[in-house]
């Protein structure tokens, strides 16, 4: 897949938020640790590869 196919970038946190992410059509570009005080995370960055309107999956809190 080349990049300049991605018509839109969301950053996702949460492996069932990215798993319904993945399953609506999007392809995950990169991975990142970060941390904020005691907490720490991954950041997801999506990528949405087709023409139109993402699909934001219903179920998760970027809908």
Avoid at 16 to 32: P, R, S, Y
Avoid at 48 to 61: L, N
């Amino acid at each position: 897949m080349d990049h300049k196919d991605i018509t839109e970038v969301k950053e996702i946190n949460g492996d069932d938020n990215v798993n319904k992410f993945l399953k609506a059509g999007w392809v995950l570009l990169n991975t990142v640790a970060k941390q904020d005080g005691t907490s720490s995370w991954i950041a997801y960055s999506m990528g949405w590869p087709k023409d139109g309107p993402a699909v934001i999956p219903q179920g998760t809190s970027y809908a």
